[in-house]
C-alpha cells in the first residue's frame, strides 16, 4: 500500500510497544513486573461510576453538542478559577477526547508547513509526531538532569526562529517529573511573548506534586500571557479515568471555535456518558485528590530509595507527575536494548528514554503497587550486580 505523505515520518509508540510485550509474556505465564503504565493503577472513584449507571438509565447516549455538554464546560471554567484563579467563559472551552485529542486538535488548527514547534527535551512522546502529522517541523530544545530538567531562558532564545509558532510545556513533566517554578515561567513567559509564541501548557499532572509544592499556570502569570497561552488538562490522570477519555482546553474563543469545528467534522463530540462523569469527577471534594497523592508520594520516595541504590542507576527525584527517569547511562547500554533485557531476563518492564528523547534514560512509573516497587526493583539489583561481575554475556 502506498500511504499519505503524512505518514512518513511518524513512528509507532514505543511505550504501547514494550507494554504490549510485557503483556504477552505475562499471559504467557512469565511473573511480569510492569514499572510501564502511564495511567493510575486505582479503581475510578464510585461517585464517578454512578454517574454512568444514571446516564444509561436515563437514555443518555445521544449526540451531544460536539464542544462538549454546556453543564461540563461550565465545570471546567469553575476549575480552573478555583484551582488557578483563571476567568474563561464556556465559549473559551472546548471538550475533547482526552488531553491528547485537546493537543492533536490545537496544533491541527494552528500549526501547518513552515511553521516550527519548540519542544523542551525530554518530551512526552506525542508531541514531535503531532507536530509531524500537522505538517509542521518539531524543534527541539535540550534540558539537563544536572539543571533539575528545566527549561532554561538561554536555551529557549537559542531554539526560536522567525519561523518559531509555538512553545509546548508540560510541567510537571512526563516523562522528567520536574516542574517550572512561576520565576522561571515568568522569564519563558517574557521571551515567548517578545517572540509572539503561542504557549501550549500540558497540565494533565497538575495534581501530582510533591513536597508540597503547588502547581504555577503560565496562564494565571499576567492578562497578555493569558491570551498567548492555552491550557491543556483532562480527568485522566486526575481522576483515573484514562478509558473514559475526556480532555478538555482553554484559551482564545476563535480558536476554541475553529477547534469545535474540527470536531464536527472529525469525531463529533465526545462520548455523552463520559462527559457526564466528568462532571462528576470535578465535583469530588479535594481530600480525594489529597488522598492519592499522599500514596504516590510514599512510593515515590520508596522508589527513589531503591533505584539510587543501584549500581550505576542515577535515578531523578521527580518533583510532580509520577515516573521515576533514571539515567542508565553508566551501564554502557542503550536504552532500547536495556529495556529489552530487562523484560526478557528478569521479567520487569521500563519504558526506554529513547521515545521521549533521551537513550541514556529509562522511565519508571510508580503507579504500580508498593510490593510491585520492592520485588521489582530487587531483581533489578541482582542484575545489575551480575552485569558488573562480567557475568553476563555483556
Ligand atoms: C497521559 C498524557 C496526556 C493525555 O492524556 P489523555 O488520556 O489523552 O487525556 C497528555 N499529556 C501527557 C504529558 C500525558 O502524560
Not at 510537571?172 to 504557549?199: D, F, M, V, Y
Not at 498567548?228 to 478538555?248: A, E, H, Q
Not at 471555535?257 to 465535583?283: E, F, R
Request: hydrophobic content about 35%; some cysteine.
Amino acid at each position: 500500500m502506498k500511504f499519505a505523505e503524512r505518514m512518513a515520518k511518524v513512528s509507532p509508540s514505543a511505550t504501547l510497544k514494550l507494554t504490549s510485550k510485557a503483556k504477552e509474556m505475562k499471559a504467557k505465564g512469565f511473573p511480569v513486573i510492569s514499572f510501564g503504565a502511564g495511567e493510575p493503577d486505582f479503581d475510578t472513584p464510585q461517585p464517578v461510576k454512578d454517574e454512568a449507571v444514571k446516564c444509561l438509565a436515563a437514555g443518555f447516549t445521544k449526540y451531544t453538542p460536539t464542544s462538549g455538554i454546556p453543564e461540563l464546560r461550565e465545570a471546567v471554567c469553575r476549575k480552573f478559577k478555583e484551582d488557578q484563579g483563571l476567568d474563561y467563559t464556556p465559549e473559551q472551552v472546548v471538550i475533547s477526547c482526552g488531553a491528547k485529542h485537546s493537543l492533536y486538535n490545537l496544533i491541527q488548527v494552528l500549526c501547518g508547513p513552515g511553521d516550527e514547534i519548540l519542544i523542551p527535551t525530554p518530551y512526552w512522546v506525542s508531541y514531535p509526531e503531532m507536530a509531524y502529522l500537522a505538517g509542521a517541523k518539531p524543534v527541539f530544545i535540550p534540558t539537563h538532569q544536572s539543571e533539575g530538567f528545566r527549561l532554561k531562558p538561554e536555551a529557549l532564545k537559542k531554539a526560536i526562529t522567525p519561523h518559531s509558532k509555538v512553545l509546548i510545556l508540560n510541567s510537571p513533566s512526563n516523562p522528567t517529573g520536574a516542574i517550572l517554578e512561576e520565576k522561571e515561567l515568568r522569564e519563558i513567559g517574557q521571551i515567548a511573548l517578545e517572540h509572539n509564541l503561542i504557549c501550549i501548557s500540558d497540565e494533565i499532572y497538575e495534581y501530582y506534586l510533591y513536597g508540597g509544592r503547588k502547581h504555577v499556570s503560565i496562564a494565571s502569570l499576567s492578562p497578555e500571557l493569558k491570551k498567548n497561552t492555552f491550557v491543556v488538562n483532562g480527568t485522566s490522570k486526575s481522576y483515573s479515568m484514562t478509558g473514559l477519555r475526556i480532555g478538555y482546553l482553554a484559551g482564545d474563543a476563535e480558536t476554541v471555535k475553529k477547534i469545535g469545528i474540527l470536531q464536527d467534522h472529525s469525531t463529533s463530540n465526545p462520548t455523552s456518558i463520559s462527559q457526564k462523569m466528568a462532571v462528576a469527577a470535578l465535583a469530588l471534594p479535594k481530600s480525594y485528590r489529597a488522598d492519592v497523592l499522599k500514596k504516590f508520594e510514599t512510593r515515590m520516595k520508596r522508589m527513589i530509595e531503591l533505584l539510587s541504590a543501584v549500581k550505576g542507576f542515577k535515578p531523578f527525584t521527580p518533583e510532580g507527575a509520577f515516573y521515576v527517569f533514571c539515567d542508565i547511562s553508566a551501564t554502557g547500554i542503550a536504552s532500547e536494548a536495556f529495556c529489552d533485557q530487562l523484560l526478557e531476563k528478569i521479567h520487569v518492564a521500563v519504558i526506554p528514554g529513547k521515545s521521549f528523547g533521551s537513550d541514556k534514560h529509562v522511565r519508571f512509573s510508580f503507579a504500580s503497587s508498593e510490593k510491585d516497587i520492592e520485588e521489582g526493583i530487587a531483581r533489578i539489583v541482582d542484575w545489575a550486580q551480575c552485569l558488573k561481575r562480567g557475568e553476563d554475556e555483556l
